[in-house]
């Protein structure tokens, strides 16, 4: 690319103009939205609909600094697009950003050749600044990046050649390197970010160099946009303007009509927009019940579909496994006295009782022993802890808390509030908390005020669902400096199996490797593992082009009859 001077869902917005006709609709906050020129059918499919669900709100969509998996999973994979990403019917990976790669006999080294001609969301060229912008931050050290950690991380040195060419050395061997380079690099216009921050600046404050700190710790603080990508959609949301993010109630994506996917994949991306509506349950749950959804994610669905029998009328009810579901834990912050000790983690661990979690999830979910994708080699053959409050008081009276003699364990534990299924599991760990003398206080929060707090670091616990990438590497969870390693977490043994398991091959040794790890872990207990979860969708049987594969429901190839269409 030459310079011009060189994820459990989707949602969806309006635009729909069937028959190719001049129509301009207006958005709920108030925007303007023209379906010009916008085709009746392409490649086959009717274009339009507004693709709709209801999910928790973002913190962050900053393509940088995220962790967030609504972010990642709901807006950034449909904004911003990769050097490569995975084929929804068979997890392969394939060409995005780039048309092709090339791994040295080393496997030290990877060379992405660049897909030509191909512009952001708002027209501009994509230009050699742009797709190094991250290797720009990263070589300068100062931002703490979000969920792109595991890929920048992982490199040592990239080129551009001839603009084409992006030639990217890694630190070490790895044993699926190409896989996290190719669907960690994201690229985002580098200009956009520079105005963000230059509009931060104090007054009379001169604009600081990209790869200074100060840059760093203004861009940090860009968390309710993401720019303009490569994407088949685009997030507006200007400060100032009629914003497509409107807290605590909807966010908008709107079809990027210049993205290269539609015009080499005629057919893909048909609808006109996404939205993603942020609900409480029962707000959801009445959306649903209106029609205003497309899809609906809950654990508990066999009760909802009985007391409405229409639901199974008008969705496909799912239940299924996906390779990306991960686990719900507990991580604990092993900075705080107290948590430092692995006797009081192994006394909270006795303090989960999965079993009754599984019936919080209606069944769909299995107990979990370790940060690893189930059934799978590296899984190693571990007993569920058992819930048992007195041997946990036992075990933190061995550690120094008793509260008959004055001493008490008191745990802030911080979790997302507007859960139905969170709010339950909070509840059974509270009351065990309660026989075992534990002094629990635990802090419900929406999702922004759920990051500020976990980044303020002064909570013992933090309820959390993670996803697995693709490689199911535990490093980002376990190692000392992985990047979701939020408790601060670190063993030496551990370390080492993760590093010499990243650099391991054969696959046979490497699951050796992480069951040794998981193994290690489990005797240390840095997080109560809870359960894995599966995931349970309703789903519109409007839709065509869209079945559970093994990367979820994807709707890249969905598509609405005319008749079915919302907008």
């Avoid at 969920?147 to 001839?162: H, I, M, Q, W």
Wanted: include cysteine; charged fraction near 25%; charge should be neutral.
């Amino acid at each position: 690319m030459r310079s011009p001077t060189t994820l459990l869902l989707a949602a969806v917005l309006l635009l729909g103009a069937l028959f190719g006709l001049f129509v301009m609709w207006r958005t709920p906050t108030g925007g303007i939205v023209s379906t010009a020129g916008m085709p009746a059918v392409l490649g086959g499919r009717p274009q339009g609909h507004v693709y709709t669900g209801f999910i928790e709100e973002p913190g962050d969509v900053n393509p940088f600094t995220t962790h967030d998996a609504v972010a990642r999973s709901l807006v950034l994979a449909y904004t911003h697009d990769t050097l490569l990403d995975r084929d929804p019917a068979t997890a392969e990976l394939r060409p995005s950003l780039a048309e092709s790669w090339q791994v040295s006999d080393d496997g030290l080294q990877v060379t992405f050749v660049l897909r030509a001609g191909v512009t952001f969301s708002d027209g501009s060229p994509v230009a050699d600044e742009d797709v190094m912008f991250g290797w720009e931050l990263r070589r300068a050290g100062h931002l703490a990046f979000g969920a792109c950690e595991s890929c920048f991380g992982a490199v040592a040195d990239a080129a551009l050649l001839d603009g084409r060419r992006l030639q990217v050395t890694l630190r070490q061997r790895h044993y699926a390197g190409v896989d996290v380079v190719g669907e960690g690099w994201i690229v985002a216009r580098r200009q956009f970010f520079v105005d963000r921050v230059a509009a931060r600046l104090a007054d009379g404050e001169q604009m600081p160099a990209v790869d200074s700190a100060r840059f760093a710790e203004l861009l940090k603080g860009i968390k309710e946009e993401c720019g303009p990508g490569t994407g088949p959609y685009a997030l507006h949301n200007e400060p100032g303007g009629a914003g497509a993010w409107r807290p605590s109630q909807d966010l908008l994506l709107v079809r990027n009509e210049g993205s290269w996917r539609r015009r080499v994949f005629p057919g893909t991306w048909n609808f006109a927009g996404m939205r993603l509506l942020f609900r409480d349950d029962a707000g959801g749950t009445a959306a649903l019940l209106r029609g205003e959804l497309d899809w609906f994610s809950r654990p508990t669905l066999a009760g909802l579909c009985a007391a409405h029998p229409q639901l199974e009328r008008d969705y496909h009810r799912y239940r299924y496994d996906f390779f990306r579901l991960g686990f719900v834990r507990i991580v604990w912050n092993c900075k705080q006295p107290g948590l430092d000790d692995p006797r009081v983690r192994r006394a909270l661990d006795m303090l989960i009782d999965r079993g009754e979690v599984v019936k919080v999830f209606d069944g769909a979910a299995k107990p979990a022993t370790a940060h690893a994708r189930p059934g799978s080699a590296g899984y190693p053959q571990l007993p569920a802890t058992s819930c048992d409050p007195s041997a946990a008081r036992r075990l933190l009276r061995e550690a120094g808390y008793d509260p008959a003699a004055g001493r008490t364990l008191r745990l802030r534990v911080v979790a997302l509030g507007n859960n139905e299924q969170v709010r339950r599991i909070s509840e059974l760990f509270a009351a065990a908390c309660k026989q075992a003398g534990v002094e629990l206080v635990l802090r419900p929060r929406d999702n922004a005020g759920f990051v500020a707090e976990k980044n303020r670091d002064e909570w013992g616990g933090a309820l959390l669902m993670h996803y697995l990438d693709m490689a199911a590497d535990p490093y980002r969870f376990l190692h000392t400096k992985g990047a979701d390693n939020d408790g601060h977490f670190s063993d030496a043994e551990v370390d080492r199996l993760l590093e010499e398991a990243q650099v391991e091959l054969d696959p046979a040794r490497r699951a050796e490797l992480w069951r040794r790890a998981h193994t290690r872990v489990h005797e240390l207990q840095p997080a109560a593992l809870i359960v894995h979860p599966m995931a349970t969708v309703l789903f519109s049987r409007h839709i065509q082009g869209v079945e559970p594969g093994p990367l979820g429901l994807r709707p890249e190839r969905g598509w609405v009859e005319p008749e079915f269409q919302r907008r």
